[in-house]
């Protein structure tokens, strides 16, 4: 039977998540994807006569238990029903926000109390998507844009506090989905057309379909001032023999204490295009796999730090071997560098996008 995709669109208020969920809905039903979406329940129980602002405990506790519940039977019955249609026609199911988001919204402590009433664990929930795309809020670098015009539940008005919060409840939800071993950041950067033809590579990707090969813009930078609020990760990258027009990497990402294991093989099928498919392996297989290890390629180890700032998600990775001390900055989504919005306390030493010598693959290399 043929794996069905599950995949989340997340994000904090006015990010696109709506037009995302139609454009994706058409772009692969036209290339013979049966898509189901499963709806944003929070939205559901609000409008049956639920009220979060409530001061009634008791009232809010059962709220958010119902939400709870009901998204975890939507998501499961829904997978079910794609089960049906997946031996004969390949299935992606789309959910407007999944189960972790609900954690963005309340205390750990009620959230750790939910979890327990339902019998589910914060990692086996996270586990069950496949991929998690972040799409950033309009209030966090395309202001003029947010409105509360599409969400009249939505409580973050389009005022200076509301944006505030707005960015506030993004960053609570990107928290809620750190771990997750497939999350991108679909940012502001770009207009909002290029932002959801964004989201379309993406789940590309996780469906394993062809995928323009580009360069993503990358800098060296020096740290010239205080970085905002980061998510940091310890990573270790080791390449594996592979064959030619072949990449494969094994990479280690430790977030908060917590490992994960992803293999990743990057397979040119012609001068501009590639597919990448990546999965989640276990501690074991992935001791397995190192014995597969490239020997003319050192691991490489870097501490990340991943911000947004001004719409605009970065990856700031300090090399602590080999070329310690060398601080490269990512951005994603750029077609050149003045795309880029620079921040004030990192200064740019070169623009580096496009160098192969810059490419993960070849800092590995191992001198002679």
């Known amino acids: 039977m043929e794996r069905i995709k599950k995949i989340v669109l997340t994000g904090g208020p006015c990010a696109g998540k709506t037009t995302a969920l139609v454009k994706v809905t058409e772009y692969f039903s036209n290339l013979g994807y049966k898509v189901f979406t499963v709806p944003e329940v929070p939205t559901m129980i609000t409008q049956s006569g ?28 829904i997978m079910r029903m794609a089960q049906t249609v997946a031996p004969e026609q390949p299935v992606v199911v789309i959910c407007d926000r999944g189960v972790m988001d609900i954690s963005a919204y309340i205390s750990p402590e009620m959230w750790q109390e939910l979890l327990e009433k339902v019998g589910r664990t914060a990692s086996t929930i996270s586990s069950s998507y496949d991929a998690v795309l972040h799409l950033v809020t309009a209030a966090d670098g395309a202001e003029k844009y947010y409105t509360t015009a599409t969400n009249a539940q939505r409580y973050e008005q389009a005022n200076e506090e509301g944006l505030r919060i707005a960015r506030m409840l993004d960053k609570k939800v ?26 379309l590579e993406e789940i ?26 980061t998510i940091d990760s310890e990573i270790i990258q080791t390449y594996l023999v592979a064959d030619p027009d072949c990449e494969v990497r094994l990479r280690r990402k430790t977030i908060n204490g917590h490992t994960l ?70 951005t994603k989504g750029c077609s050149c560098h003045t795309d880029v919005k620079m921040p004030p306390f990192l200064k740019i030493v070169e623009n580096i996008t496009g160098k192969k010598q810059y490419y993960a693959y070849n800092l590995a290399k191992k001198r002679s």
Not at 261 to 289: A, C, G, W, Y
Request: proline share 5%; glycine share 2%.
């Open 174 to 199: 990107l928290d809620a989905w750190a771990h997750h071993p497939h999350l991108r950041i679909i940012d502001n950067n770009s207009d909002f057309e290029k932002k959801l033809d964004r989201v």
């Open 50 to 77: 639920w009220n979060y602002m409530t001061n009634n405990k008791a009232f809010y506790y059962e709220g958010e238990l119902i939400i709870l519940e009901m998204q975890l039977q939507l998501e499961e019955s």
């Open 261 to 330: 294991n992803i293999h990743t093989t990057v397979r040119n099928i012609s001068p501009t295009e590639k597919i990448v498919t990546e999965r989640q392996v276990s501690d074991q297989l992935f001791e397995s796999l190192l014995q597969q290890a490239d020997p003319y390629r050192a691991p490489i180890s870097k501490h990340r730090q991943s911000f947004i700032w001004q719409g605009q998600y970065f990856e700031l990775d300090t090399y602590l071997s080999p070329h310690s001390g060398l601080i490269i900055l990512e």
């Open 204 to 229: 590309s990707q996780v469906l394993e379909l062809p995928l323009p090969i580009k360069d993503e813009c990358k800098f060296i930078v020096e740290i010239d001032g205080k970085l905002p609020e």
